[in-house]
């Protein structure tokens, strides 16, 4: 009940920031808001998508999980839906499911090729994130490099688990200690081994093809971006802008809101805040940002929810530290 409640805090936060502005500049600011501009953004949220399906499959096909199109492009937005209406990261979890129940392979092979395909997300919000704080940070180039470099360091210091042995082993050591719970998970048979196995059968090749649809899907939603901050007539530039999205997009990620529907806006507001945009102008953008790419995407998951719904059944045959037996036989 506690952690419900502490999920509403982002709620909370986007009641204060409405409380807070001027009604009357906010509903100015969207009134007059360049519809067309916003109706060219919420379209493009199919080509905005359509890399990271592909990008998935090439990850699925990878581990010889044959998933066709239709599938994959249901499974994805079906799970956008779910993450949507529930806290978390649950409509990923959904696409292990389904991949896991179409394709007959265990769960821990699925999730490999679901964390890897979010991973390409994150990082490149913080390599986005990292490019706007350099055309943004001045001529202090040197102390730039050095937040760069720690902040580089902090978030790609888990991936030495997956390529060093001797990390990974040392990992393994430290949570045995912790009793048998932790050993169905690390240890030589646990789950998160299992995981961690199927990660690194990834070759360079679905890897650096995932890099590049990354970068294009990427492109597309800093076109969009740009659109809705023109639909305003929000006077910042494209690094502004990029920097506005990555902050809002970080602190989305922070476990005390849906979608980080509250968040978000406080982080975007705040930074615009800074180049001198209004807050009411600053949060309008905001609320646009979330009307584009969490509830119109939302919608359209909704519809391919319908078409194809979460597999709770796939839910009982999950047990940690259990390794399923595997079909060679994917989903045509």
């Known amino acids: 009940m506690r952690s419900n409640w502490f999920r509403l805090a982002g709620l909370g936060l986007l009641i204060f920031l409405i409380w807070r502005a001027d009604i009357g500049s906010l509903g ?11 109706m060219i953004a919420v379209v493009l949220n199919l080509p905005h998508v359509f890399p990271k399906v592909l990008r998935w ?6 581990h010889q999980i044959n998933y066709s199109l239709i599938q994959a492009t249901l499974a994805h937005f079906s799970s956008l839906f779910i993450g949507f209406i529930t806290p978390g990261r649950l409509g990923d979890f959904a696409r292990v499911l389904h991949v896991s129940q179409d394709c007959g392979v265990s ?29 943004l940070g001045g001529d202090d180039y040197a102390t730039i ?9 902090v978030f790609l210091s888990p991936l030495l688990f997956l390529v060093s042995n001797p990390a990974f082993s040392l ?23 299992g995981v961690r196995d199927d990660i690194r059968t990834f070759t360079i090749r679905p890897l650096s093809v995932g890099a590049f649809l990354t970068a294009v ?13 023109r639909a305003l007539d929000l006077s910042a ?41 209004s807050s009411e102008t600053a949060l309008a953008f905001s609320l646009l940002i979330f009307l584009n790419f969490y509830l119109a995407l939302g919608l359209i998951g909704a ?14 045959s999950i047990r940690p530290g259990k390794r399923q037996v595997e079909s060679k036989e994917g989903a045509s």
């Open 107 to 135: 769960v821990s092979r699925a999730f490999s090729t679901v964390l890897i395909d979010r991973l390409f997300d994150l990082y490149a919000v913080l390599i986005m994130g990292g490019i706007a704080f350099v055309i």
């Open 303 to 316: 519809v391919a929810w319908l078409i194809k719904p979460m597999p709770i059944k796939g839910l009982k």
């Open 57 to 62: 499959r090439g990850l699925l096909a990878s």
């Open 237 to 277: 530039s494209l690094g502004e802008v990029t920097f506005a999205v990555t902050l809002g997009s970080l602190a989305a990620l922070v476990p005390i809101s849906i979608s980080g529907l509250g968040t978000r806006e406080a982080a975007i507001v705040t930074y615009l805040g800074t180049t001198g945009t």
């Open 28 to 38: 100015t600011a969207l009134s007059e808001t360049n519809l067309v501009l916003v």
């Open 145 to 153: 490099l050095v937040q760069i470099v720690v902040i580089g360091m």
């Open 217 to 229: 899907s990427l492109a597309i939603f800093l076109g969009q971006a740009m659109l809705l901050a």
């Open 171 to 193: 990992a393994q050591n430290i949570g045995l200690r912790f009793g048998s719970w932790t050993g169905k998970l690390i240890g030589p048979d646990g789950w998160l081994t």
